[in-house]
């Protein structure tokens, strides 16, 4: 579980946008670079190599 402090003060490494935190997933998801970075052992890897691409499937189901 990330902290709740932690998760207001990450940004977005390449558009400095803030992030969604899926919890299911284990990911920090930025919007406007379709971009989900992966959380390990509870530490958030943001590193632009180690992120996936969302799909527009995926990135329409956040707009619900």
């Given at each position: 579980?990330?902290?709740?402090?932690l998760?207001?003060?990450?940004?977005?490494?390449?558009?400095?946008?803030?992030?969604i935190?899926?919890?299911?997933?284990?990911?920090?998801?930025?919007?406007?670079?379709?971009?989900?970075?992966?959380?390990?052992?509870?530490?958030?890897?943001?590193?632009?190599?180690?992120?996936?691409?969302?799909?527009?499937?995926?990135?329409d189901?956040?707009?619900?």
């Amino acid at each position: 579980m990330i902290d709740k402090k932690l998760l207001d003060i990450l940004a977005c490494p390449i558009c400095k946008s803030s992030l969604i935190y899926d919890k299911d997933r284990q990911e920090l998801i930025c919007k406007p670079d379709r971009l989900a970075f992966p959380i390990r052992d509870d530490i958030p890897v943001m590193l632009e190599d180690e992120a996936r691409v969302l799909s527009l499937e995926e990135v329409d189901a956040l707009k619900k």
